[in-house]
């Protein structure tokens, strides 16, 4: 199993962005997933999670009201739209998968599989 996750890039305070998360050689229904960030300097944080179905997902307070994750299952692909960025949104993000689904878990012992990381950067 493979995550490739993109659509990271370089945008202003204010801005948005839309970060996919695509699975091969499994079908994402049999997964719960999620996305992380690590900061530079900081440890890796979860950001959102989404059941197998895409029916019940948790976003954290952070970035709650301004990011929404949802779930393809036809594409075997998650997204994560990001409004409203803030600089302090600046990191590496990445998704995961795990077999479970728990509300608001992300002790990465937890996932299985992993995506490379895109990263996004937000001016101000």
């Known amino acids: 199993v493979q995550l490739q996750a993109s659509g990271g890039g370089l945008v202003q305070a204010g801005g948005s962005l839309r970060l996919s998360c695509t699975m091969t050689g499994s079908t994402s229904k049999h997964y719960a997933m999620a996305w992380f960030r690590q900061a530079p300097g900081k440890e890796r944080e979860g950001v959102a999670n989404?059941?197998?179905?895409?029916?019940?997902?948790n976003i954290v307070d952070a970035v709650k009201g301004r990011f929404t994750i949802s779930k393809d299952n036809a594409v075997n692909t998650i997204y994560l739209q990001m409004n409203n960025l803030k600089p302090e949104d600046t990191a590496v993000y990445y998704c995961?998968?795990?077999?479970?689904?728990?509300?608001?878990?992300?002790?990465?012992?937890?996932?299985?599989?992993w995506g490379q990381g895109t990263l996004v950067t937000v001016s101000s």
């Open positions: 995961a998968a795990s077999p479970g689904f728990i509300p608001f878990e992300y002790s990465d012992y937890k996932y299985e599989y």
């Open positions: 989404i059941n197998h179905s895409g029916g019940s997902t």
